[in-house]
Every structure is written in structure tokens, then in C-alpha cells.
T-cell receptor, first 114, second 109 residues
Framework: NAGVTQTPKFQVLKTGQSMTLQCAQD?????MSWYRQDPGMGLRLIHY???????DQGEVPNGYNVSRSTTEDFPLRLLSAAPSQTSVYFC?????????????FGPGTRLTVT | AQRVTQPEKLLSVFKGAPVELKCNYS??????LFWYVQYSRQRLQLLLR??SRESIKGFTADLNKGETSFHLKKPFAQEEDSAMYYC???????????FGQGTRLTINP
């Protein structure tokens, strides 16, 4: 199993550009989420999904959109990039069974907005 | 509101010395608490969970509801313990982790 994969690993955008960060998991996990990691602030939840077709906002959702058309994929869209969105983005997944409490993280995407 | 506070951004100890990484939380119910670790060039991964009450890689953490703390301890630090450590809280049924700011632990030889 590849676990949770994220692409790209690095990305540089100009202010106002849009892009999609990809996240996929092959563990048949129902729950998926996106976090951003900023120095001194830990990881903050952006959006999450409890299953295909169901998404909800986390702590810092502004400027980001998500959709969940399949169990495997959970892309994160930046509609109009801003320098404040410079961060490292992590995707995570977990099951809804006995180990629902353990989240598996992807390797991260480092995004710079100039 | 759910909140996790890790008061130390950086912690440096010598190999063989005891280590304690502090974590305090704010939550009105009965929380689930976790420690996650990120070693250099590796993914964030679960270290331990308070309910399991187990020792992982020599680390233990006890939930103290009176002090709302979940400190991570290891009696004898090893160089391979150098990493970023995050305390996290999962509110009841939420599966939405709330992370602390993280503590970068450095073990000096």
C-alpha cells in the first residue's frame, strides 16, 4: 500500500493564481482531512470529509475549496492564491472502524505564494 | 472551545537525561489525547494515545484531568528521539484533531 500520497511536493504560485493540491489514499478510509502547518501555530484543520460526497469546514477554510467524489481522492483547491497561504499542507486519512482515532498523514506539499 | 497548548517551542537535552514535553488542553468534555511525532524527512505519525496507556519507544504520557495536562515523558533520552512533537486533542466523536504548536526536541550527544 502506498498509504496517503500527495502531489505536488513543492509548488510556487503567484498571487491570484489558482491550483489544486492532490491527495489520494489506498486504504479505503472513509475520513479524510486537510491541514496546514505554519511555524509556531502547529497544524490547523482546513476541511474534512467523512465520506464520498460529504465535506465540511475546519478551523481555517477561507480561500480553499474541497470536494470528495470518490473514497480515494480528496483534492484541495486554492481559488485565488494569497501570500498568507504560503504553508506546508498535509492530507490525512483514517478509518471509521475500531482504529478511527489514528490518522495517517501524507508527506506534505510545500506551497509558496509570491 | 478546544485548545491545545505546548508551551515550549524548543527543548534541548543531553543523551541519557530525562525528557518531559509539556501539553495542556482545554476541553469541556472527556477528550481523546494523542502525541504525534515528525522525524526529519518523515511523515507525521502517531506516537501514542492516552487510552492505550502503553509505552512507545520508551515514551509514556499520562492524562491528568485535574491539571488538564498530557505531558510526554521518557526517562533516558536517545539521539534518535530528536524530532518535532505535537500534542493533539480529538473532541468527542469528531475525528477532527486539534494540534498544539509543536515542540522541537533536540537530543545532544
Amino acid at each position: 500500500n502506498a498509504g496517503v500520497t500527495q502531489t505536488p511536493k513543492f509548488q510556487v504560485l503567484k498571487t491570484g493564481q489558482s491550483m489544486t493540491l492532490q491527495c489520494a489514499q489506498d486504504m479505503n478510509h472513509e475520513y479524510m482531512s486537510w491541514y496546514r502547518q505554519d511555524p509556531g501555530m502547529g497544524l490547523r484543520l482546513i476541511h474534512y470529509s467523512v465520506g464520498a460526497g460529504i465535506t465540511d469546514q475546519g478551523e481555517v477554510p477561507n480561500g480553499y475549496n474541497v470536494s470528495r467524489s470518490t473514497t480515494e481522492d480528496f483534492p484541495l483547491r486554492l481559488l485565488s492564491a494569497a501570500p498568507s497561504q504560503t504553508s506546508v499542507y498535509f492530507c490525512a486519512s483514517s478509518s471509521t472502524g475500531a482504529k478511527m482515532w489514528e490518522q495517517y498523514f501524507g508527506p506534505g506539499t510545500r506551497l509558496t505564494v509570491t | 472551545a478546544q485548545r491545545v497548548t505546548q508551551p515550549e517551542k524548543l527543548l534541548s537535552v543531553f543523551k541519557g537525561a530525562p525528557v518531559e514535553l509539556k501539553c495542556n488542553y482545554s476541553y469541556s468534555g472527556s477528550p481523546e489525547l494523542f502525541w504525534y511525532v515528525q522525524y526529519s524527512r518523515q511523515r507525521l505519525q502517531l506516537l501514542l494515545r492516552h487510552i492505550s496507556r502503553e509505552s512507545i519507544k520508551g515514551f509514556t504520557a499520562d492524562l491528568n484531568k485535574g491539571e488538564t495536562s498530557f505531558h510526554l515523558k521518557k526517562p533516558f533520552a536517545q539521539e534518535e528521539d530528536s524530532a518535532m512533537y505535537y500534542c493533539a486533542l480529538n473532541g468527542k466523536g469528531a475525528q477532527k484533531l486539534v494540534f498544539g504548536q509543536g515542540t522541537r526536541l533536540t537530543i545532544n550527544p
